[in-house]
C-alpha cells in the first residue's frame, strides 16, 4: 500500500518488499537523505511517465513494478501528444517547482530503477514507443539511424 506520511508512523501501513528494495535503489542511485525523498522521486516521475506512456508497453511496465509504482504510473492518463526527453524534464520540473538539474536527476534515478525491474527487452520497446531523448534519461545511448 502507498503509505501516507501524514499519518503516523505506528498506523502507516508498510510497503512491499519489492517496493522497499526499489526505495532503497532509488535513494542509493539518487543519493537522497531520506526513504522519503525517494518516494517522492518515484512518485513524481512514475506519475510523469504514466502521462507520455501508452498501449502494451504501459501495462507490460505496470505488471514489472512493485504495486505501489504501478499506481503512481497508471494513475495518470496519457496525453494525446507525448513529450520529447527534455520536455518531459522541463514539464516535471514546472509541475513540482524543482529545478531542471534537479528533476533531471531525479528522473535519472527513478528511470535505473525502472530498469532494473523491466529489464532491456521492455525499455527498448518503450524507448522506441516515446519521442526522442528518453534513452539518455534510462542511461542508454541516444542511437538515431544513419541519414
Same mark, same amino acid.
Given at each position: !500500500? $502507498?503509505?501516507?506520511?501524514?499519518?503516523?508512523?505506528?498506523?502507516?501501513?508498510?510497503?512491499?518488499?519489492?517496493? *522497499?528494495? !526499489?526505495? &532503497?535503489?532509488?535513494?542509493? %542511485? +539518487?543519493?537522497? =537523505?531520506?526513504? &522519503?525523498?525517494?518516494?517522492? #522521486? /518515484?512518485? @513524481?516521475?512514475?506519475? +510523469?511517465? +504514466?502521462?507520455?506512456?501508452?498501449? *502494451? %508497453?504501459?501495462? %507490460?511496465?505496470?505488471?514489472?513494478? =512493485? @504495486? &505501489?509504482?504501478?499506481? #503512481?504510473?497508471?494513475?495518470? $492518463?496519457?496525453? =494525446?501528444?507525448?513529450?520529447?526527453?527534455?520536455?518531459? /524534464?522541463?514539464?516535471?520540473?514546472?509541475?513540482?517547482?524543482?529545478?531542471?538539474?534537479?528533476?533531471?536527476?531525479?528522473?535519472?534515478? /527513478?528511470?535505473? #530503477? /525502472?530498469?532494473?525491474?523491466? +529489464?532491456? *527487452?521492455? $525499455?527498448?520497446? $518503450?524507448?522506441?514507443? @516515446? =519521442?526522442?531523448?528518453?534513452?539518455?534519461?534510462?542511461?542508454?545511448? &541516444?542511437?538515431?539511424? #544513419?541519414?
Amino acid at each position: !500500500m $502507498i503509505t501516507d506520511v501524514r499519518v503516523p508512523l505506528e498506523h502507516r501501513q508498510p510497503y512491499s518488499t519489492a517496493y *522497499d528494495q !526499489m526505495l &532503497e535503489k532509488v535513494r542509493y %542511485e +539518487g543519493a537522497y =537523505p531520506t526513504r &522519503e525523498k525517494a518516494a517522492e #522521486a /518515484v512518485r @513524481l516521475v512514475l506519475s +510523469g511517465l +504514466g502521462r507520455q506512456l501508452t498501449g *502494451d %508497453e504501459r501495462v %507490460e511496465l505496470a505488471a514489472c513494478l =512493485p @504495486l &505501489e509504482a504501478a499506481r #503512481a504510473l497508471t494513475a495518470q $492518463i496519457p496525453d =494525446p501528444q507525448p513529450l520529447t526527453g527534455w520536455a518531459f /524534464v522541463k514539464d516535471l520540473a514546472a509541475r513540482t517547482g524543482a529545478s531542471q538539474a534537479t528533476t533531471r536527476w531525479d528522473t535519472g534515478s /527513478v528511470f535505473s #530503477a /525502472v530498469a532494473a525491474h523491466a +529489464g532491456p *527487452d521492455l $525499455i527498448t520497446r $518503450i524507448l522506441h514507443q @516515446l =519521442p526522442t531523448g528518453y534513452a539518455l534519461l534510462f542511461g542508454r545511448a &541516444e542511437l538515431t539511424p #544513419a541519414a
